[in-house]
């Protein structure tokens, strides 16, 4: 049915508690801070639809909250290179660690020493998110070749059945970068640019399997995650009738929240943990195959784009970064799988 192994997942994901509790402060934060700023924002809204009749007054009311939530919205996505930088590529350079069988520092420690991995594969985090923007692009070349296949199947109403799939396989992908990521760091190499595109060949060219599994984590994922939305439901409630104008969506969008926020830090980590077990498994002892290269570099500008990144790259002639850890006499530009 699937190929990862949930439970060894699990038991690795505890291994990391301190950054899953980094994580949860980081995302509830965040989703507080939406909660605080549309009550601010629909308070101030509110106040100011006492100057006029009862249609302003609730106008005015949604409109402050609607403000409250934009200017939230509009600092996290000033913070999204940070949240990259520091949050996942750091929890998943800990995980990749793990999963080498190396041993992690405790507690803060550990947030700072994957600070320093990520530093010395990456640089800064302009370059990482760079990196995971082209990922992207090429990962959402790949989901249209699954597309096109739809296309052409002669299934009763299938137009409709590929809306359906489309809908699933973007969410499918969406942590399926984060896997790429992985690679990067796992070949200990400081050529991120010619790391990545092996990485997505290699994923290209095992991609059933992978869409797969990316299905199956998606679907569990959801579930879990619209558990956790029907538990937010009533403290959600709460926090709704505090704010002006009561219940109405106010408490569902606030549960919406509060269920992304667990998702994000808890269960998305975990997709990608069980997402790395079946990678690094499938790609054990293959090479990038010139084929599946050339069929990217037809259907992908962003790939094209990443090439040129890495005649770039090899152009500069870094000089090599150390590994992490364990065995330092291993080949920092190594490429094996």
Request: overall charge positive; some cysteine.
């Amino acid at each position: 049915m699937w190929d990862f192994r949930l439970g060894q997942a699990i038991g690795l994901m505890f291994k990391t508690l301190p950054f899953i509790v980094f994580r949860l402060v980081v995302y509830f934060g965040i989703a507080l801070a939406y909660v605080l700023m549309t009550g601010v924002g629909a308070g101030v809204g509110w106040g100011v639809g006492g100057f006029g009749d009862e249609g302003f007054r609730a106008a005015s009311t949604f409109w402050g909250g609607a403000i409250g939530f934009g200017i939230v919205g509009a600092v996290m996505y000033v913070l999204r290179e940070y949240l990259l930088y520091v949050v996942k590529a750091g929890h998943i350079a800990v995980l990749v660690e793990l999963m080498e069988g190396q041993t992690l520092p405790g507690n803060r420690g550990q947030i700072q020493h994957a600070s320093q991995v990520v530093k010395e594969r990456f640089g800064q985090a302009s370059a990482l998110f760079v990196v995971d923007q082209l990922i992207k692009g090429v990962l959402r070349s790949l989901v249209g070749i699954v597309r096109t296949v739809f296309r052409i199947l002669p299934i009763p109403g299938a137009q409709q059945f590929l809306r359906l799939v489309q809908a699933f396989l973007r969410i499918a992908v969406g942590f399926i970068d984060e896997v790429i990521l992985a690679y990067c760091i796992r070949m200990r190499s400081n050529t991120p640019w010619e790391s990545s595109r092996d990485a997505l060949i290699l994923y290209g060219q095992n991609l059933k399997p992978m869409m797969t599994n990316a299905a199956w984590l998606t679907l569990i994922m959801y579930l879990l995650s619209f558990a956790v939305f029907l538990v937010m439901l009533a403290p959600a409630a709460l926090v709704a009738y505090l704010i002006p104008g009561g219940w109405s969506a106010t408490g569902l969008v606030v549960a919406l929240l509060f269920a992304w926020s667990v998702k994000v830090a808890i269960f998305e980590p975990l997709a990608v943990v069980c997402m790395m077990q079946v990678y690094f498994k499938v790609i054990e002892g293959q090479t990038p195959d010139p084929e599946w290269e050339a069929k990217l570099d037809g259907m992908s500008k962003k790939f094209r784009e990443l090439k040129q990144k890495v005649a770039g790259e090899k152009a500069q002639q870094p000089e090599a970064v150390a590994p992490f850890s364990g065995d330092q006499s291993a080949d920092s530009n190594s490429n094996r799988p």
